[in-house]
């Protein structure tokens, strides 16, 4: 008897240990091995020489086009950051605390802005206000302008970029609002404060910790944005950090991409840390779990110029982009008279069937993403599982090592990928794989964070109850564990999926003949400027999927908890 | 002989003592209550006996059989202990159905389908549920949910059922109508129960033996009606039900004065004068109220008319007095009552 419990205890323990020493290994491979040799490299250590200096960021530093550069990444970002939170701040406040009409509509515009990739919302803006765009051509043939709209500027990277993140603003505050005590509301208003005093003096400081974390957020994804600023900005010579990147590397200049690549980082990484801290404070804020529905507070005379704004500012952020989209990737030729004989499936069918390159790219995006999610899914809630069941000591270790790379900006991991895997032993460069890994490496926070909420939520007396009911421990983690997270595992995989199909820094650093993805045809359509009117309708495409998946999260990622 | 029994069980958390050297005999067929105030060790002693904590020190038996020993090493695991639990907040699992919860255990010993359905269906008859297989766990009710939580406990007819606040949550109708419920089951099954639990009221209600539990150490283990009537320790009086402590204090002549009158009704012991680690408890309604002028009296200040009882507080000089008359007694606030105490029990104080 006792030495059976002692080997099952003995059993339990060891094979904890290999778990947990076999996913630490894979995080090292995965995550920290391809930074730790950008960051050594940018210091002047590599394989072959050891001279520890900072000549490379002195020499980085000393040119006046990366100092340039930082600037109008701050510059963008804080832009953004600022228009987003307006933007997204307003709406989540007009929504869920006035009698604001047709509620429902805008929430949809809302959630469609979301599912369009900023890079194909700057494809929308060019076919709209580009030198060709339908906006200028009809305002120039009307005569209401002589001088084209130029987009290519870094006030369009902003207003793109916002129209981009301001739905995250609207959903994170959103929650916020709902979920502060609305009688903390009633009793100012019955202390004798007014609406308006209400608002800034009540509402507003309650949800102000919300209001910083995703403002921290929009300017770190700001920050790492690669797609808008290389179509929007390179035409008009306006590099911002990531772009510089992307040059530097393409002009073969090594030092001058890592030592760029390790200032975006250490940018991106502190806002990050800003952002965690923030988000740990949230905590403490008080929260009511009743639901208690809000007095809304009347619109009156400006219902109909509010109701009007609202409408005009989604359509421009939502329908326009969308319908020019759609409308486009029915052209024959952008560029072509809009008439009726100059509309054709044509497109739709060269990216299905005609098109090599398309088609390919295409089955490369959905393999590539599909392996990346599962690889992260498996891992992933192999790494909440260790930092949650086991006494392992790195157990907390391994799960930020696993969430860090949110830190990361798609280019510098692009960057770092290239100089990890170039070399033997691990020669992966020019091989799908390195795209792969690097997929995993992005997908990971996703599916890590997903599953880490059910977990935590769980209540642990579950796996006692199945325990009591005769179940060994495994068998606990089976058939009770699994389950309960299992609706986090699945939306974890459909982000990751629908980060791979959208994603363009990874893939167009990465890529080789044979492994482009939608984004490298995407971005390289671009430079061969008769591809508009493809691009939109791969676009559409991409729109489609995302929307899919959404709709797919929202039906199978909820939990039956949430039901109670 | 005790059906189970644990020996000096003691248990540390960050050197705190939450189970201190604790024995405990409990028999077959009997309905025990643990009561103690939040934290005194209650629960982690009830998880020793499910086996989901392990003790520092001590041992546990059940039926004759070593469920743990430190001394010997022998730790026999929840799931082979035959021991069921209804855990407070139930612990359904949500991604069950009521039958999916229920055939669990019955799953696991690899009961055939039809088997599953004929005991589950047995269950629910039991529980007083039936018809209702196919529901989640979220679309019940908490009422629902306790007694889904108890079918699946009784799905293997265990040894023993630990009900861990299993009353707690729900509303006073519904806990009285499931307390009965449970008895009903007990009786029928002729089932081993231990209950733990804050409320006395509760323990009281449904238990055949109780003990109180205080700072990881039994205060007093013993029938309701022994631990009501004849309180050993200052706590347990606090603890059980509505009492007058009275202490002799020089300097308060109105206490002193108490402490005479009470003395002379003693129904254990004598009360030996000015001995300070002395007190006698005096129960609200073992106190008789009169009108108009007698051996003591005082002045009403507050008024509770709690529709079976009226519960008044007496002010005499600085002392207040509990009392708990009949509902038909009129006494209004500001009148003066003289009143006499009926009966009254000795006990240590706490701090001696």
């Not at chain 1, 906006?135 to 916002?162: Q, V």
């Not at chain 1, 600023?229 to 390179?234: K, Q």
């Not at chain 1, 790219?361 to 899914?377: D, K, L, M, T």
Request: net charge positive.
């Amino acid at each position: 008897m006792l030495d059976l419990i002692k080997t099952k205890e003995c059993k339990f323990n060891s094979w904890q240990l290999l778990m947990g020493g076999l996913v630490a290994l894979i995080l090292i491979l995965v995550v920290l091995y391809p930074l730790a040799v950008l960051l050594l490299y940018s210091l002047g250590v590599s394989v072959h020489s050891f001279d520890f200096s900072l000549v490379k960021y002195w020499d980085a530093f000393s040119d006046i086009k990366t100092i340039i550069s930082i600037k109008n990444t701050l510059y963008i970002a804080t832009g953004v950051t600022l228009m987003a939170g307006l933007l997204g701040g307003g709406l989540a406040w007009l929504i869920s605390r006035t009698d604001l009409p047709g509620k429902r509509i805008f929430r949809v515009l809302i959630f469609l802005a979301f599912v369009i990739p900023s890079y194909i919302l700057a494809v929308a803006w060019i076919e709209l206000f580009g030198r060709n765009g339908f906006f200028n051509r009809i305002m120039k043939e009307w005569h209401f302008i002589d001088e084209p709209i130029n987009i290519y500027s870094l006030e369009g990277i902003i207003i793109i970029m916002a129209i981009h993140l301001f739905p995250l603003v609207f959903m994170s505050l959103s929650s916020a609002l709902k979920m502060s005590d609305i009688s903390l509301e009633k009793a100012s208003r019955l202390a004798g404060a007014g609406r308006l005093r209400t608002l800034l003096s009540i509402t507003v400081p309650l949800i102000m910790p919300s209001i910083l974390s995703i403002g921290l957020l929009v300017f770190q994804q700001t920050m790492a944005c690669f797609g808008v600023a290389a179509v929007i900005g390179l035409p008009s010579g306006k590099y911002i950090l990531t772009t510089r990147i992307y040059s530097a590397l393409n002009g073969l200049d090594l030092p001058m991409a890592t030592a760029s690549s390790g200032i975006l980082l250490l940018c991106s990484g502190l806002v990050f840390i800003l952002h965690n801290i923030s988000l740990r404070k949230k905590r403490y804020i008080h929260v009511n779990s009743r639901s208690q529905t809000p007095e809304l507070i009347p619109l009156g005379r400006w219902k109909i110029p509010v109701v009007s704004g609202v409408a005009g500012i989604l359509t421009l952020t939502t329908l326009i982009p969308l319908g020019t989209l759609i409308f486009s990737s029915f052209l024959k030729k952008w560029g072509m008279e809009l008439s009726l004989e100059n509309f054709t499936l044509i497109n739709y069918r060269a990216i299905f069937m005609e098109q090599a390159t398309a088609v390919r790219a295409i089955r490369n995006s959905i393999c590539f993403g599909a392996g990346a999610a599962s690889i992260a899914a498996v891992l992933g809630a192999t790494v909440v599982f260790i930092s949650n069941k086991t006494r392992l000591k790195s157990r907390k270790a391994i799960e930020f090592a696993a969430t860090w790379p949110l830190a990361v900006p798609g280019t510098v991991m692009a960057v770092a990928a290239t100089l990890a895997w170039i070399n033997p032993p691990f020669k992966l460069y020019a091989t799908p794989w390195i795209i792969i890994i690097t997929y995993v490496a992005a997908c990971l926070p996703f599916a890590v964070r997903n599953v880490n909420g059910l977990m935590q939520e769980m209540d642990p007396v579950l796996e006692n109850a199945a325990r009591i009911s005769g179940a060994s421990r495994f068998q606990s983690y089976q058939d009770i564990t699994l389950p309960v997270i299992m609706p986090g595992i699945r939306t974890g995989w459909i982000m990751s999926f629908l980060m791979a199909l959208r994603e363009i820094p990874i893939s167009i650093m990465l890529y080789s003949v044979g492994s482009e993805t939608i984004g490298v045809l995407m971005f390289n359509m671009r430079s061969d400027s008769g591809g508009l009117e493809t691009i939109s309708a791969l676009a559409v495409l991409v729109i489609l999927l995302t929307v899919i998946g959404n709709v797919l999260i929202e039906k199978f990622g909820k939990s039956r908890m949430e039901g109670s | 002989m005790a059906y189970a029994q644990l020996s000096n069980i003691s248990k540390e958390y960050q050197q705190v003592k939450v189970v201190n050297d604790l024995s405990l005999n409990i028999y077959q067929g009997e309905i025990f209550a643990i009561v103690g105030p939040s934290g005194c060790g209650k629960t982690t002693l009830l998880q020793i006996i499910a086996g989901l904590v392990k003790a520092d020190a001590g041992s546990f038996t059940l039926a004759g059989k070593l469920m743990s020993s430190v001394d010997e090493n022998i730790y026999i695991n929840p799931e082979k202990r035959s021991i069921a639990m209804v855990f407070q907040d139930y612990a359904l699992w949500p991604h069950y159905n009521v039958f999916g919860n229920i055939a669990y255990p019955l799953k696991i010993k690899k009961y055939s389908h039809s088997k599953q359905k004929q005991v589950v269906g047995e269950l629910l008859e039991l529980v007083r549920l039936q018809g209702m297989e196919r529901r989640y766990p979220h679309e019940l009710s908490g009422g629902e949910q306790q007694r889904v939580a108890l079918a699946r406990a009784l799905a293997l007819k265990p040894m023993i059922l630990l009900l861990d606040e299993s009353l707690s949550n729900l509303d006073a109708n519904l806990k009285k109508e499931m307390q009965e419920e449970i008895k009903r089951i007990q009786r029928d099954l002729l089932l081993t129960v231990i209950h733990v639990t804050h409320d006395q009221q509760e323990a009281m209600s449904i238990a055949d033996r109780i003990a109180i539990m205080n700072q990881g150490e039994l205060v007093q283990v013993g029938t309701i009606e022994e631990v009501y009537r004849f309180p050993r320790t200052e706590f347990v009086a606090r603890f059980m039900g509505d009492s007058n402590l009275i202490c002799p204090k020089q300097d308060n002549p109105a206490e002193m004065k108490l402490w005479k009158m009470a003395g002379q009704n003693l129904i254990n012991g004598k009360a030996r004068e000015f001995e300070s680690e002395q007190i006698l408890v005096v129960r609200s309604e073992d106190i008789k109220l009169s009108e108009g002028s007698g051996h003591l009296t005082g002045q009403i200040i507050t008024k509770n008319f709690n529709g079976s009882v009226i519960n008044y507080k007496i002010k005499i000089n600085d002392y207040i007095l509990k009392v708990q008359a009949m509902a038909d007694s009129c006494y209004e606030p500001g009148q003066e009552v003289s009143f006499s105490i009926m009966r009254a029990t000795c006990v240590c104080a706490d701090n001696s």
